[in-house]
T-cell receptor
C-alpha cells in the first residue's frame, strides 16, 4: 500500500492564480482531511470528508474548496491564491469502526508559496 | 478555549536525560488520545496511543489523567534521534474529528 499520496510536493504560485492539490489514498479509508500548517504552528483543519459525496468545513475553510467524488481521491482547490495561503498542506485519512476513528495517516505534504 | 493545549517548549536536554511533556484537553468527553511525532519538514507520524491505564513502549511512557484532563509523555534515556516536535492529539467525543496540539519541540544535545 502506498498509503496517502500527495502531489505536488512543492509549488510556487503567483497571487490570483489557482491550483489543485491532489490527495489519494489506497487504504479504503472513508474519512479524509486537509490540514494546513504554518511555520512553527500547529495543524489547522481546512475541510474533511466522511465519505464519497460528503464534505464539511473545518476550522479555516475560507479560500478553499474540496470535492470527494470517490473514496480514493480528495483534491483541495485554491481559486485565487493569496500570500496568506503560503503554508504546508497535509492530507490525511482514517477509517471508522464502532463509531470511532482509527488508522490516522498523513501524506508527506505539499509546500506552497504564494508570491 | 483551545481543544488541546501544549507547552511549545523548546525543551533542550542532554543525551541520556529524562524529559516529560504534558498536554491538557478541554472536552471531558473526549474519547481517545495519542502522541504523534513530527520531524522537521515532515508529516506527523503516530508515536503511540494513550490508554487509561498508562502504557509503555520502550523508552516512552504515556499516561492519561481523566480527572485533571491531561495526558503526558515521558521519554527516558533521550537519544539524539528523539529530537522532533511532539504533538498531543485528542479524538472528539463525537468520534469524527481529531484535535491536534501545536506541538512541543524537543532537542537532544550531545
Amino acid at each position: 500500500n502506498a498509503g496517502v499520496t500527495q502531489t505536488p510536493k512543492f509549488r510556487i504560485l503567483k497571487i490570483g492564480q489557482s491550483m489543485t492539490l491532489q490527495c489519494a489514498q489506497d487504504m479504503n479509508h472513508n474519512y479524509m482531511y486537509w490540514y494546513r500548517q504554518d511555520p512553527g504552528m500547529g495543524l489547522k483543519l481546512i475541510y474533511y470528508s466522511v465519505g464519497a459525496g460528503i464534505t464539511d468545513k473545518g476550522e479555516v475553510p475560507n479560500g478553499y474548496n474540496v470535492s470527494r467524488s470517490t473514496t480514493e481521491y480528495f483534491p483541495l482547490r485554491l481559486e485565487l491564491a493569496a500570500p496568506s495561503q503560503t503554508s504546508v498542506y497535509f492530507c490525511a485519512s482514517s477509517y471508522s469502526m464502532n463509531g470511532r476513528l482509527w488508522g490516522y495517516t498523513f501524506g508527506s505534504g505539499t509546500r506552497l508559496t504564494v508570491v | 478555549r483551545k481543544e488541546v493545549e501544549q507547552d511549545p517548549g523548546p525543551f533542550n536536554v542532554p543525551e541520556g536525560a529524562t524529559v516529560a511533556f504534558n498536554c491538557t484537553y478541554s472536552n471531558s468527553a473526549s474519547q481517545s488520545f495519542f502522541w504523534y511525532r513530527q520531524d522537521c519538514r515532515k508529516e506527523p507520524k503516530l508515536l503511540m496511543s494513550v490508554y487509561s491505564s498508562g502504557n509503555e513502549d520502550g523508552r516512552f511512557t504515556a499516561q492519561l489523567n481523566r480527572a485533571s484532563q491531561y495526558i503526558s509523555l515521558l521519554i527516558r534515556d533521550s537519544k539524539l534521534s528523539d529530537s522532533a516536535t511532539y504533538l498531543c492529539v485528542v479524538r472528539s467525543d463525537t468520534g469524527n474529528q481529531f484535535y491536534f496540539g501545536t506541538g512541543t519541540s524537543l532537542t537532544v544535545i550531545p
